[in-house]
């Protein structure tokens, strides 16, 4: 993808989840990018060893963001997860307001476009529901099987758009529902593709489509895994354990 083909770019960021080094790694990265907006797409500070650092971040740059489910966890103070709770008592109440005024979803209009039919719908999972599962291609360890047409009819609902692009899965994919074109976005904190390196997204529109190039920022990942091996959270060996082998792990 070439940036002088492209008339409007906009830098994609989801699932940080605490790791405050990759998303320094990956807006580092952008520096030296074109680009004309900066989106983050949710899952924000949950399971990572900073999320109070993460959030600090975020919202210094002051651009749109949308939640995510874990982000949703977090706001809920009677949430029942140890994980959860520890990630409430790292952040202070303003914090936690702030994540509880977001957006379910972001849509963009490129210039010289018509809305919905041209727009750009980022949102953190599917359009109808944030924590679904629609997976557009399987993943590389066997874990998630290309979602049913049926279902993923149901999971976009009427949502309308060129391009319906999410989060949540933690790999990057494509594919259509019918005719509507979808894709997913990789990690910045927690990869579930194999690489550990950060992952992130740019999505272009060149006058008639929206097209998605996909990006890896290295990153000391190793350094990360063994912060929060030493911090109190409580799932710390397995947060640490799915930053080093890049793939979800489920919680014993």
Known sequence: MNAQDYVYTVAVLADIH????????????LVDQNFDALIFAGDLVLNGPRPAETLDIIRALDVPTIYGNADRYVCDPNHPDPGVQWV???????GIAWLAGLPFAHRITPPGGESPTDDLLIVHATPTDVEAVLALESDRFGLLQVTPQSKAERLLGSAQADLILGGHLHYASSGKVGERRCATVGSVGFPCDGDARAAYAMAAWDGR?????HCRVDYNHLQ????????????????????????FIPQE
Do not use: K, T, Y
């Not at 605490?18 to 990265?29: E, H, I």
């Not at 489509?209 to 190039?213: I, P, R």
């Open 224 to 247: 990360v895994a063994a912060e929060i091996e030493q911090s109190s959270f409580p799932f710390a060996a397995n947060s640490a354990e799915r930053i080093r082998r890049a793939r």
């Open 209 to 213: 489509n929206w097209q998605v190039q």
């Open 18 to 29: 605490g790791n405050a080094a990759a998303l320094r790694a990956v807006l580092n990265a």
């Open 88 to 94: 409430r008592e790292q952040l202070d109440a303003g």
